[in-house]
């Protein structure tokens, strides 16, 4: 169990409290205690099937958790319906598999959740979604269909579609393991440029380079458990548990 | 060959087929309609619609067309009483007949059409929904924008089976004395047992020039509305 749990307060924009969840006999989320200040930004890392993306996923109950806590905001997650809905409208996601609309232009994607959840017309939404094409770099696309674009294009066309709904706050669910190398520096630039604009934002990710660039702290999963919470200094240069020194020595010695 | 003029001429051929041709738009019209609602109950997250869907499908696919539409006459309006045409008007009884053969048609192929609806439902990754989720879209929403677009363009192909076999099955409302072609046909066989091949062929080949285009055109449709990934 980490250390820092006595950290943990209710007053955080997004605050969990001894979650638990269980994949049949695995136990995926244990004892989870993480509170997310306003303008914060958490990244999560980990070994793979440590738990972080069901983490990320019960954010805006994608998974639903067995017992614990989560709160948004001071209001705890409703379990299904139009209430649910309305919180998911308040936190952004953004997939590992992009997931735009495959139906629907670029421009049709950014625009559908402003119009259909938050009732604004057409004319308004295209102008914000157009605003936001261009602020990650996609304007030109903006008549295309997904398939037409690549996977980098694809991704900042997806973090545009979760901006358009103005966000509390925005989860990245390992959004750069689907992409091409050199496709990676493009999205992490845009992820970059909101973190600087203090969104508060949950990224899941295997990009060392951010959580050291942009993070305020980071979480270090296994085994479903949070091992260890530091700022991101303090965690790569001078990890505190066996565990994350046995993960930091294999990643970064290459 | 003079069968073939008697076909236009003392049968009115043509009109039967339009009888046909009529049946079956409006019957598969009805059946989408259906369909789609069976289908959406069965993909719900509600227990209770997800069993209703089931059992719908599972009943009506395994029942016979034939007592199907012959129930809708002798069961629902000889018995009960009910009656889809105005009493008082002077062709009540083709009316009727009629309706109750649209209403069988369409029960019976709604249950095929949720099914090819719930294989399109099948093509769309589950992602898609869980991204619209993602956005704020409550459950009906993300069927209507986002699921049900992509799941009707990958049900293309079985539903353009569906309604080739519409099309052959409306000549079971023959049995209620609906006159469309089948019904013609067991006339004119009657009337000319000397040609029965020449009159079979002719309504063979009737069908063939319905169904044909139906089929050619469901399967360029199902490739140029495919949706890429």
């Known amino acids: 169990m980490s250390d820092s749990v006595d950290t943990v307060t209710t007053t955080g924009l997004v605050a969990l409290q001894d979650v638990q969840k269980h994949f049949g006999d695995l136990h995926v989320l244990k004892d989870i205690n993480l509170s997310i200040g306003r303008g914060e930004v958490v990244v999560v890392i980990g070994p793979s099937g440590s738990g972080k993306s069901t983490l990320c996923r019960a954010i805006n109950r994608l998974e639903p958790i067995d017992s614990g806590s989560i709160t948004l905001d001071g209001q705890p997650l409703p379990s299904e319906g139009k209430r649910l809905a309305n919180l998911r409208a308040d936190v952004g996601m953004v997939f590992q598999s992009f997931n735009l609309f495959a139906h629907k232009t670029i421009l049709q994607n950014v625009t559908l959740g402003p119009m259909k959840v938050?009732?604004?017309s057409k004319a308004e939404a295209e102008k914000k979604a157009r605003a936001l094409l261009e602020r990650v770099g996609v304007t030109a696309q903006a008549e295309k269909y997904p398939a037409q674009l690549s996977g980098g294009q694809q991704q900042r066309v997806a973090i545009a579609r979760a901006l358009a709904m103005d966000p509390k706050v925005m989860l990245f669910d390992e959004p750069t393991s689907?992409?091409?190398?050199?496709?990676?520096?493009?999205?992490?630039?845009?992820?970059v440029d909101l973190a600087s604009q203090s969104m508060t934002m949950v990224v899941v990710t295997h990009e060392m380079g951010f959580a050291r660039r942009a993070a305020n702290r980071v979480v270090f999963m296994a085994d479903g458990q949070i091992v260890e919470e530091a700022e991101p200094q303090k965690f790569?240069?001078?990890p505190q548990t066996k565990r994350a020194q046995d993960f930091l020595s294999k990643i970064l010695t290459h | 060959m003079d069968v073939i003029s008697e076909f236009f001429s003392e049968y009115?051929?043509?009109?039967?087929?339009k009888t046909t041709i009529y049946l079956t738009v409006v019957s598969a019209l009805f059946a989408l309609l259906i369909g789609t609602v069976v289908a959406v109950m069965r993909v719900s997250p509600i227990r209770v619609l997800q069993v209703i869907g089931t059992l719908y499908v599972n009943i009506v696919r395994n029942t016979p067309l034939t007592l199907v539409i012959v129930f809708c006459n002798l069961g629902l309006f000889l018995q009960l009483g009910v009656s889809l045409a105005n009493k008082d008007s002077n062709t009540f009884i083709t009316d009727n007949n009629f309706r109750l053969a649209v209403l069988g048609l369409s029960v019976y192929h709604a249950a095929f059409v949720a099914e090819?609806?719930?294989?399109?439902?099948?093509?769309?990754?589950?992602?898609?929904?869980?991204?619209?989720r993602a956005i704020g879209l409550p459950?009906?929403?993300?069927?209507?924008?986002?699921?049900?677009?992509?799941?009707?363009?990958?049900?293309?192909?079985?539903?353009?089976?569906?309604?080739?076999?519409?099309?052959?099955?409306?000549?079971?409302?023959?049995?209620?004395?609906?006159?469309?072609?089948?019904?013609?046909?067991?006339?004119?066989m009657e009337n000319r047992p000397d040609v029965i091949f020449v009159v079979f062929g002719i309504f063979a080949i009737g069908f063939v020039i319905l169904t044909l285009p139906v089929g050619i055109?469901?399967?360029?449709?199902?490739?140029?509305?495919a949706v890429k990934r």
């Open chain 1, 118 to 120: 938050r009732g604004l």
């Open chain 1, 178 to 191: 689907a992409l091409d190398p050199e496709m990676i520096k493009e999205v992490l630039d845009v992820m």
């Open chain 1, 236 to 238: 790569f240069t001078d």
């Open chain 2, 12 to 17: 009115d051929g043509l009109g039967a087929f």
């Open chain 2, 116 to 132: 090819a609806i719930r294989s399109g439902v099948n093509t769309v990754p589950l992602g898609q929904a869980e991204a619209a």
């Open chain 2, 139 to 188: 459950f009906l929403k993300t069927l209507r924008y986002v699921v049900l677009p992509q799941a009707f363009r990958g049900a293309i192909a079985p539903l353009g089976n569906v309604l080739i076999a519409l099309t052959k099955n409306s000549t079971v409302a023959s049995v209620i004395g609906v006159t469309e072609a089948s019904a013609v046909m067991k006339v004119m």
């Open chain 2, 217 to 225: 055109l469901f399967t360029s449709m199902s490739k140029r509305l």
